[in-house]
Nanobody, 122 residues
Framework: VQLVESGGGMVQAGGSLRLACTDS????????MDWFRQAPGKEREFVAT????????DYGDAVKGRFTISRDNAKNTVYLQMNQLKSEDAAVYYC????????????????WGQGTQVTVSS
């Protein structure tokens, strides 16, 4: 599994961004996929998770109702649609291949992407 994120950038508060994470390997559909984020001086925080088939999702409380995770197994890609962005959403966003579904901890992550920066201007 090799995960590469894209789609980060700068957006005004209230705006939207869509992140993508593509796996160059052949086992993408075997993994639960997650998004985490880490702001400067803060711990890495769980954002969203999606099951192997895409049928089940879950979100961190801070983003519930504003962010949507989805995946396309034919393209080996997981997405994070971020709407109504706030200044507190600014962080480096990481995609991750997880060992189980749910609001996992860092110990449950098998593979990480390199991260993509999201900046929200007010």
């Amino acid at each position: 599994v090799q995960l590469v994120e894209s789609g980060g950038g700068m957006v005004q508060a209230g705006g939207s961004l869509r992140l993508a994470c593509t796996d160059s390997g052949r086992t993408f559909s075997n993994y639960v996929m997650d998004w985490f984020r880490q702001a400067p001086g803060k711990e890495r925080e769980f954002v969203a998770t999606i099951s192997r088939s895409g049928a089940m999702t879950d979100y961190g409380d801070a983003v519930k109702g504003r962010f949507t995770i989805s995946r396309d197994n034919a393209k080996n890609t997981v997405y994070l649609q971020m709407n109504q962005l706030k200044s507190e959403d600014a962080a480096v966003y990481y995609c991750a291949a997880a060992l189980r579904l749910g609001k996992v901890t860092l110990d449950d992550i098998a593979f990480w992407g390199q991260g993509t920066q999201v900046t929200v201007s007010s």
